[in-house]
Every structure is written in structure tokens, then in C-alpha cells.
């Protein structure tokens, strides 16, 4: 009997979980994801995602992939963990993975999506789903300082202080600051992200925004690499894993979104 390698698109509302990672006493994305497929494959099932999410941050398209011995149909696995999962994390595509595929070391890129409801008034229906501002937000130049984020850069200003990776260095390929109605959203994409990274950056656009600092206070932390210099970290409410990229070979539909990366974009190690 063969292992099977399967690759999963995964759709979650975070609000209601711990975040991705599976943690004891506490509800995880991860935790109920392995659940349900384990009912499904009938054996314990493991998976690895491509990013892990805090708690309260949703998912448009978490990527994951898991080994099993068990043999099933692609609508077997979609279905059959849809029935297992609750109405807040969705499977929406399933496929074998091909070659080496790794949904966290083979990825290029990820891609982020961070709203603000930026109006007087909290929203009723979607105080789980967006961040809030009540200042009126410069949206053009929330866009203009964070171009200064673009390219290869130190960004432990943007960092967590308990962040664990080895390197402050990431390759930031676009930031898209734009308005939709009473929405300012923030698009953003890197190679790989440290954490609290976005919302770190995220906080430090809407302060510009809102003109509590100006428009050159971006460049500066970038130089001055340190957090605490940063301002606040924006809330979680906000903030969506969007998309991840890997190369063609893998066979992953590549979102739209990432037509904008350069073409020597590469995989983070």
C-alpha cells in the first residue's frame, strides 16, 4: 500500500478559534481540520499549512497537505471532511500532490488581505470581519508610505517581540493600499512573513493615515529596526491569508493576484 500525498484548499472564519495551530484547552483550526479527515481516512491524519494564522485572523485559501495510507476519492475527502468540519472552516478544493510538493517550503509567495472599516460607527454584522477606524483614513497616503516597504528589507520594526524566526529579512514584493466605499484595504505580499508582520505594518498605516505621523515615518522604521519605535499592532479582526503561490510545476492555480510579483520571485528557505 502506497502513501498518498493530498493537497487541500481550506477556507476559515477565525473568530471563533485560537488560531491555526493545534494548542492544548483551546479550539484550533488545525485541531478540527485533522478531525475531520481523520473521521474520513478512518486513521489519524496530520497536516502542514503553508502559513499559520493568530487567533482571530481568517482565511480566504489556506493551503495544506497531509500523507495517508488511506485511498479515497478527491470528493471523498471534500465531502466527506466538509459533512465533519462546522460552518465556519470550509474545504473548497482538493487535489494529489505532485513531485515534492510542500505546502509550506515549496510556496513563493503568500499574500495577504487586511480591511478597516473606517466610518463613525462599528459595524454590527462585521465587527468579526474587519478591523475599525473611526478617524477618516488617507487611503492614497496609506498607498504612497507603503511603497517604501518594497523589496528586500530588514523589517524587525514590523516584527513581534517573541518572534522565533531566524532572520528579520524578507523580499516584500507589493503593498496595494486602496478604498472601497467605507473600506480602506490593505493587499500585501512577501515571500514570507515574520510575526504579527502585518498587522505590525497595518498599525503603522493607519497612523499614517489618520495623520498622526507622516508620511516619512515609514522609511524611518524601516532604518531604525525597532519594534518599539513601531506604534500598536492592528487588531486580528482584520486580517485574511489570501492566497499562496508556488511554481507551475506543482499544478496549484496561481490567484490573479500574484501577476503583480517580479519574475525573480523565488522560494523563501
Known amino acids: ?16 478559534f485560537s488560531g491555526w495551530q493545534v494548542q492544548t484547552h483551546r479550539r484550533s483550526v488545525q485541531a478540527v481540520l485533522e478531525y475531520a479527515l481523520s473521521k474520513v481516512a478512518n486513521q489519524v491524519i496530520t497536516v502542514t499549512c503553508a502559513g499559520r494564522t493568530d487567533a482571530g485572523v481568517h482565511a480566504l485559501e489556506q493551503v495544506v497537505h497531509f500523507d495517508t495510507f ?9 465531502l466527506g471532511g466538509n459533512s465533519q468540519l462546522p460552518d ?11 513531485g515534492d510538493f510542500h505546502a509550506r517550503y515549496s510556496a513563493i509567495a503568500r499574500f495577504y488581505r487586511y480591511i478597516i ?19 477618516p483614513l488617507d487611503a492614497e497616503k496609506m498607498h504612497q508610505a507603503a511603497q517604501y516597504l518594497i523589496g528586500h528589507h530588514d523589517f524587525s520594526s514590523f516584527r513581534a517581540h517573541g518572534c522565533q524566526s531566524k532572520s528579520p529579512m524578507r523580499a516584500m514584493y ?7 466605499g467605507d473600506k480602506v484595504i490593505i493587499d500585501i505580499s512577501a515571500n514570507a512573513f515574520l510575526h504579527h508582520m502585518v498587522r505590525n505594518i497595518a498599525g503603522v498605516l493607519m497612523d499614517i493615515g489618520t495623520g498622526k505621523q507622516v508620511l516619512d515615518w515609514m522609511p524611518y ?6 519594534r518599539t519605535c513601531a506604534g500598536v499592532t492592528a487588531p486580528p479582526e482584520g486580517l485574511y491569508l489570501g492566497a499562496v503561490y508556488y511554481p507551475e510545476q506543482y499544478g496549484i492555480v496561481k490567484h ?14
Open 1 to 16: 500500500m502506497n502513501k498518498t500525498r493530498i493537497v487541500l484548499g481550506i477556507e476559515y472564519d477565525g473568530s471563533g
Open 70 to 78: 488511506a485511498e479515497r476519492t478527491d470528493d471523498a475527502w471534500l
Open 88 to 98: 465556519t472552516v470550509r474545504i473548497t478544493w482538493v487535489k494529489q500532490a505532485i
Open 117 to 135: 472599516l473606517n466610518r463613525p460607527v462599528k459595524s454590527a454584522l462585521l465587527h468579526h470581519q474587519t478591523s475599525w477606524c473611526y478617524r
Open 174 to 180: 507589493f503593498v496595494d493600499v486602496y478604498r472601497e
Open 221 to 226: 522604521l524601516l532604518e531604525i529596526k525597532d
Open 256 to 269: 490573479a493576484v500574484f501577476d503583480k510579483l517580479p519574475t525573480d520571485a523565488k522560494r523563501f528557505d
